[in-house]
C-alpha cells in the first residue's frame, strides 16, 4: 500500500525489523482500533485489509522516543526560548519522539494550578498533535496553597516536580533546608522531584573570579564541575534520608554519575538524565568564533569528563537521554555580545537526540546495543513518567507509538529554523524516520509530515485540564 492514499488509522506493521525489549525480531505487529499493539509475531498481519497495514519492507521499527525534558515557550530573564508548543511536536515527531514532557513553570504570583491551566490551554488552541505530551510541574512557591494543588494534581496523574537548587534572582532557588523539608512531603504524595543541581555557593564563589565582559568559554569557569557534583552529593544524600524519589536533570560529569551510583546502591530512589551534547561537545567548542550560540546551562566540559561520561553511558550507569530542548533565536543568543552573564542559556535537541544517539552510540562509537539504547531512549523515560509498559516498549497491551526507521545520509534536526543555531546540523546521520504511528494514527508518512486534516491522535491522559473542577 505505499504510495497509495494514508490511512487514518493503521491495524498492522508488516515485515520489521522489530526491536522488543530483547533485541531485534523479524515480525509482524498487530495493532487493535484503539491503537494498542495486540500481537509481535510473524504472520501477525494475516487478514488485515491490504489498505490498513504498513509494510516496513525490512526496515526498523523502534518504540517512539520519550524525551523528558523538553522546554517551550519558557521565560528567562528577558528572553522567551523560541517555539510554541506545535513548533517543538513538529520536530519532536521528525526525530522519532512520540511522547514529550515539558514544564509548566509558574510565572510571578501564580500558582501552580493556574500554570499548568495555562500551559493546557496553549496546547489545546491546537485541533492537531503531532506527539502525545504531559507536563513537569514547577512551582515557584511552596505555601499551603502549592500543597493543596500538588495533591490534586498528583491525583490526577501529574507526579513529578521540578525543584532548582540555584537561580535565586529568578525566584525559583530551594535551599538544601528547604529541600529536606519538601522531599518527604513529596514523597508521601507519591511526586518524584526532578532536580536541577548546581550549587549556589559555588556558584557565587565563581562567578567572583569572572571579571565582567566574560567570553563564551567563561561559562565553563563561571559554572565549574564543583557546582554540580557539590549539589548532586547534597541532594543524593537527602532522598536517601527521605526516602523520595530524585530523578537529578542532565548530569555531566562522570563524578556525578559514580556519587548517584553509590547513594543509590546504598538505597536512595534515585535516577538520572544526560543529554547528548554533554556526550558530543567539549568545552573547547566554546574558545571559538561566534560559539555563543552553543551555550546552555550546564555548560560543555573539558575533553576527560566527556570521555568518562561515555564510559559511563556504555556501562549502563546512565538511566536515560534527554534534549533539554530550549532553543532561542540567533539575535536573542547574540544580544550579549558573547558574554554568558548575558546570554540566554539553552539549545535545540528534541528532533535531534533520537537519531544522533543510534548513529553515534550505536554505530560510530559502538558503546549501546539497540536495546541498551532503547532502554535509554524509551524505556526509562516511560518508566519515570509512571507510563511503562504502556509506553516505551513495543509489547501486546502497549500503545502502538512506531517508529519505522529507514536508512538515509543526510543531517539530523537541522535547517528547521533558520533563525535558530542548530548544533545537530553539524552532525550526519544514516537513519531518519519514514514512518511515525501515535497509538497506531500516522503523524508522519513516507517521510512526509502530516497536518491537520490527517486526524487527532488520541490519548486519554491528554487533558488534565478537563479533569480539573473549575478550572
Ligand atoms: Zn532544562
Known amino acids: 500500500m505505499m504510495g497509495t492514499s494514508t490511512p487514518e488509522q493503521v491495524l498492522g506493521v508488516r515485515r520489521g525489523r522489530v526491536l522488543t525489549p530483547s533485541g531485534f525480531v523479524e515480525a509482524d505487529i498487530r495493532i487493535d482500533e484503539e491503537g494498542t499493539i495486540v500481537a509481535v509475531d510473524p504472520g501477525a498481519c494475516e487478514g488485515l485489509p491490504e489498505d490498513l497495514v504498513l509494510d516496513a519492507d525490512g526496515r526498523e521499527v523502534r518504540p517512539g522516543a520519550i524525551d523528558v525534558h523538553v522546554h517551550v515557550d519558557e521565560i528567562q530573564g528577558r528572553f ?44 489545546l488552541n491546537f485541533t492537531w498533535h503531532p506527539t502525545h505530551w504531559t507536563w513537569h510541574l514547577t512551582p515557584r512557591a511552596w505555601g499551603p496553597g502549592t500543597w493543596k494543588d500538588l495533591e490534586e494534581l498528583a491525583g490526577l496523574g501529574l507526579t513529578r516536580v521540578k525543584i532548582y537548587t540555584t537561580y535565586r534572582r529568578q525566584g525559583l532557588q530551594v535551599s538544601y533546608d528547604r529541600l529536606r523539608k519538601i522531599l518527604p512531603r513529596l514523597a508521601g504524595l507519591g511526586i518524584t522531584a526532578l532536580v536541577h543541581c548546581e550549587d549556589p555557593e559555588v556558584l557565587a564563589r565563581a562567578d567572583g573570579t569572572v571579571p565582567p565582559d566574560a567570553r563564551p568559554f567563561d561559562h565553563a569557569r563561571l559554572r565549574p564541575p564543583e557546582a554540580e557534583t557539590t549539589a548532586i552529593q547534597n541532594v543524593a544524600a537527602l532522598s536517601l534520608a527521605t526516602g523520595c524519589a530524585v530523578h537529578v536533570v542532565h548530569v555531566t560529569l562522570p563524578e556525578s554519575v559514580d556519587v548517584l551510583l553509590h547513594f543509590r546502591e546504598m538505597g536512595a530512589p534515585l535516577t538520572w538524565e544526560t543529554g547528548m551534547h554533554y556526550l558530543c561537545f567539549p568545552e573547547n567548542v566554546l ?57 540566554p542559556m539553552g539549545i535545540p535537541g528534541v528532533g535531534a537526540t533520537a537519531p544522533v544517539a543510534m548513529e553515534l552510540l550505536e554505530r560510530k562509537w559502538a558503546l549501546l546495543s539497540p536495546q541498551g539504547l532503547q532502554r535509554m531512549l524509551s524505556e526509562a523515560p516511560a518508566r519515570l513518567l509512571g507510563l511503562w509498559p504502556r509506553k516505551g516498549g513495543i509489547l501486546p497491551g502497549s500503545d502502538a507509538d512506531l517508529v519505522v526507521w529507514e536508512e538515509r545520509q543526510t543531517v539530523a534536526c537541522g535547517a528547521y529554523w533558520p533563525e535558530v543555531m542548530d548544533p545537530w546540523s553539524m552532525i550526519p546521520i544514516g537513519r531518519v524516520p519514514s514512518h511515525v504511528l501515535l497509538c497506531g494514527q500516522p503523524v508522519l508518512w513516507d517521510g512526509q509530515p502530516l497536518q491537520e486534516d490527517a486526524g487527532w491522535p488520541l490519548w486519554d491522559n491528554r487533558f488534565v485540564l478537563e479533569q480539573m473542577e473549575n478550572p
Not at 522519532?96 to 495555562?118: C, K, N, Y
Open 287 to 343: 574558545r571559538s568564533e561566534g560559539s555563543e550560540v552553543l551555550l546552555c546551562t550546564p555548560p560543555f566540559r573539558h575533553e576527560r569528563a566527556v570521555e568518562g561520561l561515555r564510559e559511563r553511558v556504555a556501562r549502563g550507569q546512565v538511566d536515560l537521554l534527554a534534549s533539554d530542548h530550549c532553543p532561542f533565536e540567533l539575535d536573542d543568543k547574540l544580544a550579549g555580545d558573547g558574554d554568558p552573564r548575558r546570554t
Open 80 to 123: 522567551v526560548s523560541r517555539e510554541e508548543y506545535l513548533d517543538a511536536a513538529s520536530v519532536a515527531r521528525r526525530g522519532g519522539v512520540t511522547t514529550m514532557a515539558m514544564f509548566a513553570t509558574a510565572r510571578r504570583g501564580q500558582s501552580i494550578r493556574e500554570a499548568l491551566v495555562d500551559r493546557e490551554r496553549d496546547v
